[in-house]
């Protein structure tokens, strides 16, 4: 657990603007499932936002928040190689030590997409991996709706992350505070729709539907909008129950 919490702090923090500045942030939990996984947010001071998946996550926020005075360092898709690019999708691939542990690191970009992004954190067997979606604060506010599309990606559980990759689109109705999402990823459809959080850029659904094969399933998903005028999207999702089938992530623009 020791080293868990520590790559959570490393790279929440340097995600949502490390260095010799990084400002301070601060995290809370948005969903804990039966298991201990579930999905936290990160704000930092300087209005960067993160999503994050993780095992045990009350007590990886909870050290997360008590670590405000370490200094980190940035951490960024592009410190490491790229090892595939697939249509907008470009892989990069690479490895992080903390606290002498080595994880492997895969970072996931949308090609057209220069404000936000995905990365994943390879944890020990018979752990779910870490999925992490981060972008630029988001500031004025849109009006109308905007369709936003983009990569998605699907793990089932105890799998590596990022899993496979596919594609979702999503309409942002600002004037009607309204989302409604749609996407696939290797037989993996998922759909939810809910309320849009236009005053801070955020969106939420515990309705969401997540269908692979004949089975169903029902699920949690929270987002993210970024940069002037809500220009992308990232999101992190997973599925219900004490451990969930699949976990997921979406990074795209409009």
Request: hydrophobic share 35%; net charge negative.
């Amino acid at each position: 657990m020791k080293n868990l919490c520590l790559l959570f702090i490393f790279v929440a923090l340097a995600a949502c603007g490390g260095g010799d500045n990084s400002p301070t942030a601060s995290f809370s939990a948005l969903s804990v499932l039966g298991n201990g996984d579930g999905i936290a947010r990160g704000v930092a001071s300087n209005g960067n936002e993160a999503l994050l998946y993780s095992p045990q996550i009350a007590v990886v926020v909870q050290s997360a928040n008590e670590a405000q005075s370490n200094a980190m360092t940035d951490v960024n898709a592009s410190d490491f190689p790229v090892t595939s690019v697939n249509g907008f999708a470009r892989t990069r691939s690479g490895t992080l030590s903390s606290d002498g542990i080595v994880f492997n690191v895969t970072a996931v970009e949308d090609t057209r997409v220069t404000n936000a992004g995905m990365i994943f954190f390879e944890l020990p067997s018979g752990n779910n991996d870490i999925s992490m979606v981060t972008g630029d604060p988001y500031s004025n506010t849109p009006t109308g709706s905007h369709t936003y599309s983009g990569l998605q990606t699907t793990t089932a559980s105890n799998a590596i992350a990022p899993g496979a990759t596919g594609s979702f689109n999503m309409t942002a109705d600002f004037s009607n505070k309204t989302f409604a999402y749609v996407g696939s990823s290797a037989g993996v459809a998922v759909t939810g729709s809910g309320v849009l959080d236009v005053s801070n850029g955020r969106y939420a659904t515990s309705d969401l539907s997540v269908t692979s094969g004949g089975a169903a399933y029902g699920g949690t998903m929270h987002g993210l909008l970024h940069g002037s005028g809500a220009t992308s999207t990232t999101g992190i999702f997973h599925t219900s129950g004490s451990s969930p089938a699949y976990t997921g992530a979406f990074v795209g623009g409009r």
